[in-house]
């Protein structure tokens, strides 16, 4: 038997969909987009326009020249915070964020000689929007905030800090990570200036597929970090500053875009509603029968309606890492433990430096595979 829960880390299976999509691309087209006037890159071109329109559709976005294709969200986030960030801004993020807004916001600091202010969670992982306006300052340019916790699988109240961005003229950019496919993630109700997203968790897309959403009004002020061949004005040697050119530098992953292509058709068709209901349920079970096993502890929320699917835990006598290897190596059971590339969220959490082990179910796992991961778990536990 194998099961699969680790779909916080990428989401596994894929639809077929998706590979199908990625196999026609390799074996029956192949071309490059915006390199030649002929059918084949003629239709990668127009696959990969039409992608940006179905991203513009799941995040309520208007404008598929600004939406951005990018390897990863990591990239994405990277480029995002680097093309607008100047010297003496104030910028805020929080304690449960992941390494990928951590990282470059601290070598910004380091860099750039910006002020840097991690607003604290509490202990269950979410965010107060009160203390996020106290920590707002006369030079606060720029919020940075995950939509929802890898860890601990809080949602933050992104809505309520939109609108103070856009009460005290900052600019708000938002890693969907963990939220994209799963929970709805509207780029004018949540007052964002840009959203990083992945293709390969949530999207159930591809893994080197990602991008990011970005307003006209950030675009004014941001500069593109990478320089090259676009396709596009050609007998010039300065870059293009309209978009998507002006960040888009070199050979797309158009494999990995027909792919998410699928993906995105097979999410609309389905509904994030219905995910996020299937998750849900399977999240409960876990939390209410790991709550009731003695010796081990549950981290975050309890309630699965606050949370995605993710579910971290830590054991009273046992290693996380210990319990992890045992059930992929007796169980055929894959979890993930550790840190997680967040470490300021587990030290939230009390959970620093030994981390959790996380069981985080997806679409395609079943009720049959959360009883009898628990069961597994029940045996590990009581040797």
């Known amino acids: 038997m194998s099961i699969y829960l680790d779909n916080a880390a990428t989401t596994f299976p894929k639809p077929p969909e998706v590979a199908e999509a990625m196999f026609n691309f390799m074996n029956n087209i192949g071309s490059n987009a915006g390199r030649g006037s002929y059918s084949s890159s003629l239709e990668t071109s127009r696959i990969i326009y039409e992608t940006r329109e179905l991203i513009c559709e799941l995040f309520n976005f208007s404008m598929p020249e600004n939406v951005i294709f990018m390897p990863n969200i990591t990239y994405s986030l990277n480029i995002l915070i680097n093309s607008i960030i100047k010297p003496n801004w104030h910028v805020i993020t929080s304690s449960m964020d992941h390494n990928s807004v951590l990282r470059p916001l601290y070598k910004a600091r380091e860099d750039m000689n910006i002020e840097l202010d991690i607003v604290q969670c509490s202990s269950q992982g979410v965010l107060s929007v009160e203390d996020v306006e106290k920590?707002?300052?006369?030079?606060t340019r720029l919020i940075v905030l995950s939509h929802a916790s890898n860890i601990a699988g809080s949602i933050q109240p992104l809505q309520e800090i939109g609108k103070l961005c856009r009460k005290h003229n900052i600019f708000f950019i938002i890693d969907s990570a963990q939220s994209?496919?799963?929970?709805p993630v509207d780029?004018?109700?949540l007052n964002a200036h840009a959203i990083a997203f992945t293709g390969h968790k949530g999207l159930l897309g591809p893994q080197g597929t990602g991008g990011f959403i970005i307003s006209e009004e950030l675009n004014k002020i941001a500069v593109p970090c990478i320089v090259g061949g676009t396709g596009s004005l050609s007998s010039s040697?300065?870059?293009?500053?309209?978009?998507?050119d002006k960040f888009e530098s070199g050979t797309q992953n158009s494999p990995g875009i027909f792919g998410l292509n699928a993906a995105l058709k097979f999410l609309k068709s389905i509904g994030i509603e219905?995910?996020?209901?299937?998750?849900?349920?399977l999240c409960s079970i876990l939390i209410n029968d790991l709550s009731n096993m003695e010796g081990v502890i549950v981290h975050g929320l309890k309630s699965s309606k606050?949370?995605?699917?993710?579910?971290s835990i830590t054991f009273e006598n046992f290693d996380t890492s210990e319990i992890s290897f045992l059930l992929d190596h007796e169980y055929g059971i894959m979890t993930r433990?550790?840190?997680?590339?967040?470490?300021?969220?587990?030290?939230?959490?009390g959970t620093y430096p030994s981390g959790t082990l996380r069981l985080s179910p997806g679409y395609f796992n079943t009720e049959e595979d959360i009883h009898y991961t628990l069961?597994?778990?029940?045996?590990?536990i009581v040797r």
């Open 135 to 139: 920590a707002i300052k006369p030079n």
């Open 187 to 189: 780029f004018k109700a």
């Open 306 to 311: 606050d949370r995605t699917g993710v579910v």
């Open 274 to 281: 219905t995910i996020k209901d299937k998750e849900d349920k």
């Open 180 to 183: 994209a496919g799963v929970l």
């Open 337 to 349: 433990a550790g840190l997680h590339c967040a470490p300021l969220a587990h030290k939230t959490l």
């Open 375 to 380: 069961n597994s778990i029940k045996k590990l």
């Open 237 to 244: 040697v300065t870059h293009p500053d309209f978009l998507p």
